[in-house]
């Protein structure tokens, strides 16, 4: 069983840049992780996903704004969140998987992330 935990949300205007933690209760080197938002009224998506190699992908709509990054020794996972626009306005949570698996299966309880114009 992995723990996953968030911090790093706030309030934040527009144009503002914000950095998300999620710290895993083992070592993750060999997980590939990711970060899902849900904005109110709306379904969870994904923003952006790291392999266990370091390779990352980012949902257009924060590709270019938003970085993934991954500190094995510390067993963190990071979101750098630059340009915000009140849309980016939602839940934030950090998953992980086996990277032989499609789906996430380990997921923290989410940081709250507030974009006001």
């Known amino acids: 069983q992995i723990h996953l935990v968030e911090s790093g949300g706030g309030s934040v205007q527009a144009g503002g840049s914000l950095r998300l933690s999620c710290r895993a209760s083992?070592?993750?080197?060999?997980?590939?992780m990711g970060w899902f938002r849900q904005a109110p009224g709306k379904e969870r998506e994904g923003i952006a996903n790291?392999?266990?190699?370091?390779?990352?992908s980012y949902a257009d709509s924060v590709r270019g704004r938003f970085t993934i990054s991954r500190d094995n020794p510390e067993r963190t996972l990071y979101l750098q969140m630059d340009n915000l626009k009140p849309e980016d306005t939602g839940m934030y949570y950090c998953?992980?998987?086996?990277?032989?698996?499609?789906?996430?299966?380990?997921w923290g309880r989410g940081t709250q992330v507030t974009v006001s114009s």
């Open positions: 998953a992980a998987r086996s990277c032989i698996q499609s789906d996430y299966n380990y």
């Open positions: 083992i070592p993750a080197y060999s997980l590939c």
């Open positions: 790291i392999n266990a190699d370091g390779g990352t």
